[in-house]
């Protein structure tokens, strides 16, 4: 009837709203018509309807969850975002996926949809990978991070019912960033109320890298080979596997029962896969239906459980993997087989396991069609993370992480395209003394046709010695290596990079407004960290305050000479063998600098032309393994929840707590919730051992006091700056007894559990009133502390007992700040040292806070930061934040 209401040219997908193929009676699908929407009314015996449009489908959907009508928003620089109301026949099958007593979205889902959002973006942008059997559809770096909790239903609704057309109460957001042939995707949700309007701001669970033209591997054993292989094993019992899985948390419903048989050997699985009830048309647009994909992770789990790799305590879910190709299937698959491995099974400093999988999905002719690298399953325990009535985890609202973003491959220039223009004067400060004409030649030699001026690192004595230089040439660009090496200390490299950047002001204030001036560099070397990366680990990340310094910096330069000033940052790849630049590394600078050098050169002509750049201008650069990276702010993710007694917090309450900068505000407002949580012992460490008078008089001190009964808290006295002070109190923490500086008794400790590193100091003026000293004022407690407290926990080997090693950075040294420079530089120091402990396996979190204004060093502001946007942190919504922080452990 609907193809006779159009022409015949006109090309539509019908289907029906029952199966076609059953046998069925007519009372049966009237009835199945009443429930989808079709009105039936009797009419002198015969059955006439009246036909409700507005819920019909009228054709089968890109994707059960979104589709291509549910792309809101299209942006050329940042790229695409879907928005769909979930299907209530789609969320019903999704409602029998049940964990822990809580219907949750499955983490097959989560992938089906970061790969049906990678298939409609290839066909939006015109990305063709059919035609090339060597050619699919691929996912990595694939984290699922905070589980969604499914809305629930009206009984009526619940199920698979075909005809269920109506938008659930579930909303989903995919976003794409901009990328040609891989593109970050991630996944967000918020609820929709019975009144139609959203339910808040969305929570972010996954993300992943789409790779639109991935090669499809070729390393899968043969599905014959496989069925010979586990031909003389006995079937698994899948009823008692069900009833088994639901004991421990696994309370699958019919709709997600997709293992239909089970074989088991040493560290493998061969699993025979099948939807349990026939597929519904609405679902043919799924990539891989997550039932199925689902039922390999179930197949996992079961392998886990035939391994004894866990306690049967735990109930383990999908948390990642590391990549997922597909294969363009022609049908839905809705019976295959699939082959798991079992690769790892590990448990980190924190008692947290992790169960590593490889897994393969062979179609209906026996071809393997997906096949899964790296699949990673940690246990879920009960938490207010799958409370439907808590608010929302602020793991995924408050905090926020630097992501460095990959977004293209380096390729060093040639001699015949060098992007070397008039002028051709480079300018290379920071370069170490007996390096000088090493450094000169390199560059020279890396981009030939341009002469190189170089200054030693520590030859400049003030802004004056840079701005007499810099008047001798026109540049072609402006340098700073200092940070590449360790030929002077991190405050030495940074004066000196102070002095260079205040003649470079100096400078451009004397420049004309409509002259475009040269890119300026400041360049690291391995002093940046990416999170999850292999690259090389080196030492101590010192020079990582730069950083830091160069956000500042060029928030007070533009402020100052009131224009664009073209300053950038770039940290090469970390080396173990160099010290100095070689020249392959110039030539990757040269191709950096080079694109840098354009970019800078569009935003500057459009701000003096006073028209908006057409092009995001980057300012900060990693260069790792041939490619470079830019960093993006993304939601904290904080791995899988965890919390009650298998907590890293927890853990660490049952033993001694330090805190530096104990006597300050903050340490005295962490100091008594501690207490209040019950911690065994806390230990305050500052310079003077003993509370001010005012502290002695506070009310925060004398809360304290008042639990010494239930908790033992000693005072001891340490410039935690000085490495030999925090090594002397920190071996007597390991013998397990400190003299308290206030009462002059020794007290019995038990181990060290937990560092609260809070100790800090504010030394603000202009950046071209900063010098050494106001550096060292800064880097003296925060850095160096922070230093040596990781230095003497390896030195004295007490970090297998360390759950919590949380230290209090700041915004600033993400954003940076006016008249902040040394501050900035001394916070990222204290960002990148967390990465690198989290790098080598050890406990670590640095939260870059706002302003506290309760107390500490905003209190009194409050109302001018209310008025310029920026609410300040309550003690309460702090102190939340540290325990779900502290709580993940490494």
């Not at 015949?8 to 009372?27: E, I, L, Q, Y």
């Not at 009797?42 to 819920?55: E, Q």
């Not at 920071?430 to 090493?438: A, F, Y």
């Not at 030495?492 to 001036?517: K, P, S």
Request: charged share 20%.
């Amino acid at each position: 009837m609907g193809q006779a209401c159009f022409p015949s040219t006109a090309k539509h997908d019908w289907f029906s709203v029952v199966d076609r193929k059953g046998s069925r009676t007519s009372a049966e699908l009237v009835t199945i018509l009443r429930r989808s929407g079709l009105k039936t009314t009797p009419d002198s015996g015969a059955l006439k309807h009246k036909w409700n449009h507005t819920s019909f489908p009228w054709r089968i959907p890109d994707h059960p969850l979104l589709t291509e009508d549910t792309l809101v928003a299209v942006d050329a620089n940042k790229g695409s975002r879907y928005a769909s109301r979930v299907r209530r026949d789609i969320l019903g099958t999704l409602m029998d996926h049940v964990i822990l007593g809580r219907p949750l979205m499955p983490g097959s889902a989560f992938i089906d949809v970061m790969l049906g959002v990678g298939r409609l973006e290839n066909r939006r942008r015109g990305n063709r990978t059919r035609g090339s059997p060597h050619v699919c559809l691929g996912l990595r770096n694939v984290e699922i991070f905070s589980p969604l909790v499914l809305p629930g239903l009206e009984a009526s609704d619940l199920g698979a019912v075909p005809g269920a057309f109506g938008p659930s109460p579930l909303e989903l957001l995919v976003e794409s960033e901009k990328g040609a042939k891989e593109f970050a995707v991630k996944v967000s949700s918020r609820r929709i109320d019975a009144l139609e309007s959203a339910g808040g701001d969305f929570e972010y669970h996954a993300r992943g890298i789409v790779d639109a033209f991935a090669a499809f591997p070729a390393t899968a054993i043969p599905l014959p080979e496989l069925r010979r292989k586990f031909s003389t094993l006995p079937p698994v019992d899948i009823p008692g596997l069900y009833l088994h899985f639901s004991r421990l948390g696994w309370q699958y419903g019919r709709g997600f029962q997709s293992i239909g048989q089970l074989l088991l050997s040493s560290r493998e699985a061969l699993v025979d896969l099948r939807l349990p009830r026939d597929i519904l048309p609405c679902e043919e647009g799924f990539v891989i239906h997550p039932v199925i994909l689902d039922g390999l992770f179930q197949a996992a789990g079961a392998l886990l459980l035939n391994e004894g790799a866990f306690s049967e305590r735990s109930t383990f879910v999908p948390v990642g993997l590391d990549d997922v190709r597909i294969t363009t299937p022609s049908a839905v698959w809705t019976n295959v087989w699939g082959h798991v491995s079992l690769s790892s099974v590990r448990e980190d400093l924190s008692g947290r396991q992790e169960a590593l999988f490889n897994c393969s999905v062979y179609g209906p002719a026996g071809t393997t069609c997906v096949v899964v690298t790296g699949l990673r399953m940690r246990p879920l325990r009960p938490t207010k993370a799958l409370s439907t009535s808590a608010p929302r985890s602020i793991l995924s609202n408050r905090l926020w992480r630097t992501d460095w973003l990959r977004v293209g491959n380096v390729t060093p220039r040639s001699e015949n395209n060098l992007p070397v223009r008039s002028p051709s004067f480079w300018l290379l400060a920071g370069v170490p003394s007996d390096q000088l004409d090493e450094a000169r030649q390199s560059l020279e030699a890396a981009m030939p046709g341009i002469s190189a001026v170089c200054l030693a690192l520590g030859a400049l004595k003030s802004a004056a010695d840079v701005l007499s230089v810099l008047q001798q040439h026109s540049w072609g660009a402006v340098m700073h290596i200092g940070g590449t090496t360790d030929a002077s200390s991190p405050t030495e490299c940074l004066a000196d990079i102070l002095f260079f950047l205040g003649g470079v002001t100096d400078w451009i204030a004397r420049r004309d407004q409509v002259e475009v001036l040269p890119p300026m560099f400041l360049v690291t070397r391995g002093s940046q960290c990416r999170e999850g990366s292999d690259e090389q680990q080196g030492g101590l990340p010192a020079h990582a305050g730069v950083v830091g310094l160069c956000r500042t910096a060029k928030l007070e330069m533009e402020a100052l000479v009131n224009r664009f000033v073209p300053l950038y940052y770039v940290d090469l790849e970390g080396s173990l063998v160099t010290s100095h630049i070689t020249r392959g590394e110039f030539l990757e600078l040269a191709a950096v600098t080079g694109r840098l050098s354009e970019d800078c050169s569009v935003v500057q002509t459009c701000a003096i032309e006073r028209r908006p750049p057409p092009i995001t201008c980057e300012t900060e650069v990693l260069l790792r393994g041939g490619s470079y990276y830019v960093p993006r702010f993304v939601p904290f993710d904080g791995g899988a929840v965890v919390s009650g007694s298998d907590s890293a917090f927890r853990r660490a309450l049952s033993g001694t707590l330090v805190i530096t900068g104990g006597l300050g505000d903050i340490g005295l407002v962490i100091a008594n919730w501690l207490a209040a949580e019950n911690a065994r012992a806390i230990v305050l460490v500052s310079r003077s051992g003993h509370p001010s008078p005012a502290v002695a008089q506070s009310a925060a001190w004398r809360t304290l006091q008042a639990r010494v009964g239930s908790t033992t808290t000693v005072t001891a006295k340490c410039d935690v700056g000085d490495a030999k002070q925090v090594t002397a109190l920190f071996r007597a923490l390991r013998a397990g007894e400190l003299t308290c500086s206030t009462t002059s008794k020794a007290v019995s400790l038990p181990p060290v559990c937990g560092i609260f590193h809070a100790a800090g100091v504010l030394d603000d003026r202009p950046l071209q009133k900063h010098d050494k000293r106001s550096m060292e004022s800064v880097f003296w407690p925060k850095v160096y502390g922070a230093w040596n407290l990781h230095n003497v926990l390896a030195e004295l080997d007490m970090n297998a007992s360390i759950h919590v090693f949380m230290m209090f950075s700041s915004i600033v040294g993400a954003v940076g700040n006016p008249g902040q420079a040394n501050y900035a530089a001394a916070n990222a120091c204290l960002d990148t040292l967390a990465l690198h402990r989290r790098r080598s396996g050890l406990a670590a979190h640095s939260i870059q806070w706002g302003p506290w204004i309760e107390q500490g060093m905003a209190v009194g502001v409050a109302e001018r930061l209310r008025r310029g946007g920026l609410e300040g942190i309550q003690n309460r919504d702090g102190l939340e934040t540290v325990e779900q922080v502290a709580s993940q452990g490494i």
